[in-house]
């Protein structure tokens, strides 16, 4: 991106992944000429004119940066967004800006789908994206926790277990951050779990993301799996909030956003 930003005697070079255009009305659009020079720039367009998404990835001349930057600066009403304010000034001043054509894997993940969609990727065999890719390194912070312990009798395929979990149920397709617990009995399916939450004897977690530090009660029923829901529209993604309780046997429809505690059914 650097030397196609050199190469073209940019003063900002934008990166842009091609998007499907029923979603491209999320995102800022580069609509370019064939040179790959940007002529426009509509933020969350109602009606795209392309389909190049801005990744929110830019490269600027220096001495360009250090003009806008300060202009910007001194400015009244700015929001002081690259976004809102920078790049369109740049754009209207005529300077020299071109798109950057991203190839490899990218994900937006200001949604629910597309955060439980990332995560899931990284279970894929068929995306492109491997974090143990010793051309490129991934350096996380280690939580400093004994190993995950899969007790005998546990069920774990396709999922990604992080250090310090102790599973004692089933898990599948999931992916489990830090110290998270599943009782015997319980089931994680699809779902995203975050550190330190605990999933009780007998519950089933299916499509959910949880939070931090919450409690799924014994027999509670988080999520469902798309086909066993007849309205189409009222499935999707159900998330739980940091530190909550879901009290045992309770039961969270698809979609849902819970962020409080919910009682127990006796």
């Given at each position: 991106m650097i030397a196609a930003h050199k190469e073209n005697n940019a003063d900002c070079t934008i990166a842009v992944i091609d998007v499907p255009l029923a979603?491209?009305?999320?995102?800022?659009?580069?609509?370019?000429?064939?040179?790959?020079?940007?002529?426009?720039?509509?933020?969350?367009?109602?009606?795209p004119k392309s389909t190049n998404a801005s990744m929110g990835i830019y490269v600027f001349s220096w001495n360009k940066l250090r003009k806008y930057l300060i202009e910007d600066e001194e400015t009244e009403g700015s929001e002081h967004d690259f976004g809102k304010d920078v790049l369109p000034k740049m754009l209207n001043d005529g300077q020299r800006m071109f798109a950057y054509q991203f190839q490899g894997y990218w994900k937006d993940v200001g949604t629910i789908d597309s955060l439980w969609e990332s995560n899931m990727d990284l279970l894929d065999p068929n995306v492109p994206l491997d974090l143990s890719d010793e051309s490129w390194k991934i350096y996380s912070r280690n939580p400093v926790v004994p190993p995950q312990y899969i007790e005998e009798g546990a069920l774990v395929q396709n999922s990604m277990i992080a250090d310090g979990c102790d599973i004692a149920g089933s898990v599948d397709f999931s992916v489990l951050f830090s110290n998270v617990v599943v009782k015997p009995g319980a089931v994680v399916q699809d779902s995203i779990i975050m550190p330190g939450s605990v999933i009780e004897e007998g519950a089933v977690v299916q499509y959910a993301i949880v939070s931090e530090n919450t409690v799924i009660g014994k027999n509670a029923v988080?999520?469902?799996?798309?086909?066993?829901?007849?309205?189409?529209?009222?499935?999707?993604?159900?998330?739980?909030?940091?530190?909550?309780?879901?009290?045992?046997?309770?039961?969270?429809a698809p979609k849902e956003m819970i962020s409080k505690d919910v009682e127990g059914v006796e």
């Open positions: 979603e491209a009305s999320r995102f800022g659009i580069m609509n370019t000429n064939p040179d790959g020079s940007i002529y426009e720039f509509e933020e969350k367009p109602e009606h988080v999520g469902a799996r798309p086909e066993d829901i007849e309205d189409k529209d009222k499935w999707g993604i159900a998330v739980i909030g940091d530190n909550l309780k879901i009290g045992a046997g309770a039961k969270i």
